[in-house]
């Protein structure tokens, strides 16, 4: 999608290993999140940030943190991945706070992410 | 218990022909309710944005409509085309709180010849 990029597309890594999944985006915008999907459930917010070294927990954080050392940049960390940290993750970024009327969400293609 | 429920979970529809799909949900208070299509291995991108005072609305062929009493919307498919193949998210936002959507499970649509 224009405007965000997500970094790699798709990764295979072993139980136990950090992995770091990157959200680059070209917008400016001030809010960005990270998401996961997986089968039978609705996309699950892990963490997002409302401006440079601010963020904060979604539902789903356990097991990941975040950094956002740059406007552009987005960083998920899982610490050590486990088997049920396999999902597709997606960077979304948005102008202003999801409960504004005004604003909606642009989503990266997302990352497939499998560990074994 | 999932605030947002979306009906049917799949459908199979015949190229040309119509389709509505279903959401109901129980965020309050309400903010305003959009609907997506993702589409495979894709990340979801926007249809429509509604708030409270809109009942109605559409981009091209989809329109959704929003009964903001009843909590329930719909997103209608009209002259469906196989590019239409994909899961559409319905997504509620409630008037306070600090970013947290609530997220459907998707209406799963193929579209055949």
């Known amino acids: 999608d224009a405007g965000i990029t997500q970094s790699p597309r798709h990764k295979v890594t072993e139980t136990g290993t950090p992995v770091t999944l990157r959200c680059h985006q070209t917008e400016n915008h001030r809010y960005m999140y990270w998401y996961r999907q997986d089968p039978g459930h609705g996309l699950r917010l892990i963490h997002y940030s409302y401006g440079v070294k601010d963020t904060d927990k979604g539902e789903v954080s356990d097991g990941y943190s975040v950094s956002r050392s740059k406007t552009e940049d987005f960083l998920l960390t899982l610490e050590s991945a486990t088997s049920s940290q396999t999902s597709v993750y997606f960077c979304?970024?948005?102008?202003?706070?999801?409960?504004?009327?005004?604003?909606?969400?642009?989503f990266g293609s997302g990352t497939r992410l499998t560990v074994v | 218990k999932n605030q947002v429920e979306q009906s049917p979970q799949s459908l199979i529809i015949l190229e040309g022909k119509n389709c509505t799909l279903q959401c109901n949900y129980t965020v309050s208070p309400f903010s305003n309710l959009r609907w997506y299509k993702q589409d495979t291995g894709r990340g979801p991108v926007s249809l429509t944005i509604?708030?409270?005072?809109?009942n109605t609305k559409s981009n091209g062929r989809y329109t959704a409509t929003l009964d903001a009493d009843t909590k329930q919307s719909s997103l209608h498919i009209t002259a469906s085309q196989l590019s239409d193949s994909a899961s559409y998210i319905c997504v509620v936002s409630a008037w306070y709180g600090n970013n947290r959507l609530a997220f459907g499970k998707g209406n799963q649509v193929v579209v055949i010849p």
């Open positions: 979304a970024i948005s102008e202003s706070k999801g409960n504004h009327k005004g604003y909606g969400y642009t």
């Open positions: 509604m708030t409270f005072s809109e």
